[in-house]
């Protein structure tokens, strides 16, 4: 059996990109990839993820990172397709893309068991709309379950991949501006800094995401403030 792990890192920032990622082993590769530490990205260092990385690119059948702008993720908020949605989607694509490069004629021999760390608190309607979007379901067999990052080896490498490369774009973005502006999150106090400093010299930069409350929240003060100039 060939089992297609798939993962995201980067869901609630609101700076910098969401990334998704999947990452398609042989069934026999399990016991190895556990033996040679690959777990949830969040239990490992950085330092550990990058050497994991390396690893995992190695032992895959094939993998798949996309890349989440966040213009696009404001985009598709605009037009009422939520995060969970977007992530739907683009997780689709990862299984469309690896399936297709694969072969379909070999998944039908060896079925590919899909698993996918769910984003949401409703796991049969999320996973309904997931498979709404995925081709060629009927030679696959798909399950989206909480805590799959810790519970799959498949799940715990696409963790790693999406981690590593999101923390990658995130130094892009900090040498691009010139600032470290911590992790890009709305609980980090270097980000809540940045925010307020900067938000309006980066604004046309495309590294915000907008719609997030935090965003409107730094916004809506810098606006009160002016007004109060008067």
């Known amino acids: 059996m060939l089992i297609l792990g798939i993962d995201d890192a980067g869901r609630g920032p609101v700076i910098g990109p969401m990334v998704l990622a999947g990452v398609l082993i042989n069934w026999g590769d399990e016991t190895y990839m556990k033996e040679i530490g690959i777990r949830d990205s969040k239990m490992l260092t950085a330092k550990r993820r990058e050497f994991l990385a390396e690893k995992i690119k ?13 213009k696009e993720i404001d985009g598709r908020n605009g ?37 996918v760390d769910c984003p949401s608190n409703n796991i ?9 979007h995925i081709e060629n379901k009927e030679i696959l067999e798909i399950k989206a ?26 130094e892009k973005i900090k040498k691009h501006v010139g600032v470290d ?50």
């Open 145 to 170: 379950e909480w805590k799959a990052d810790v519970n799959h080896v498949a799940v715990s490498a696409a963790s790693i991949l999406a981690k590593t490369t999101r923390d990658a774009e995130i």
């Open 58 to 70: 190695k032992i895959a059948l094939d993998y798949e990172i996309i890349k989440i702008e966040p």
């Open 124 to 132: 049969k309607k999320w996973e309904t709309y997931f498979e709404k």
């Open 181 to 230: 502006f911590g992790s890009g999150y709305s609980s980090d106090p270097i980000t809540c800094k940045f925010l307020q400093e900067y938000s309006s010299k980066f604004k046309k930069d495309g590294i915000f995401r907008e719609t997030w409350q935090t965003w409107k929240d730094v916004c809506n003060k810098k606006e009160q403030k002016k007004l109060g100039d008067f």
């Open 79 to 115: 037009v009422g397709i939520n995060l969970n949605q977007i992530e739907a989607i683009k997780m689709a694509e990862i299984v469309n893309k690896i399936v297709e490069r694969y072969g379909k004629d070999k998944c039908k021999e060896e079925k590919i068991r899909v698993i």
